[in-house]
């Protein structure tokens, strides 16, 4: 019995950094870059793992939880545009659509302040979904 209980620990331990966490198959990173007009563009940039995916669009018939992009702003900021989401996949004949790999949202804003993301999604493979998650990410 011994040896079978550090088969896992061993794993673990070899495992490589892009390898997938399976209870969060989705990382979340933010950067924000200056354009020439002087605005600040936020990239977040999401993740995920092999076999997973998110709800770009979600059918009236399914269950599932969309993702949703929203920003709290320190009040000398404000958005510039609409936020640009990336092509997603259809995922069935209802209509609902998926990220899958690696997703970057895109926003730009004018002024100066603390820019805080608010993520929420639900995360499934083809056999469970994951309870949604909320995620806060913020840039200065």
Request: positive net charge; charged residues 15%.
């Given at each position: 019995g011994k040896h079978r209980l550090s088969v896992p620990i061993l794993r673990a331990a070899c495992r490589p950094l892009e390898e997938c966490d399976e209870k969060n198959p989705v990382k979340a990173f933010i950067s924000a870059d200056t354009l020439p007009n002087g605005n600040r563009l936020v990239t977040i940039r999401l993740k995920i793992?092999?076999?997973?995916?998110?709800?770009a669009h979600v059918a009236d018939m399914d269950p599932f939880l969309p993702v949703k992009v929203d920003f709290r702003l320190d009040s000398g900021i404000s958005r510039v545009g609409d936020l640009q989401s990336p092509a997603s996949e259809a995922y069935n004949s209802a209509g609902t659509l998926v990220y899958k790999n690696e997703v970057l949202f895109r926003q730009e804003f004018s002024g100066s302040g603390m820019i805080v993301c608010l993520l929420r999604y639900q995360c499934c493979n083809d056999q469970i979904c994951m309870p949604p998650s909320d995620i806060e990410l913020e840039i200065e």
């Open positions: 793992c092999k076999g997973y995916h998110i709800y």
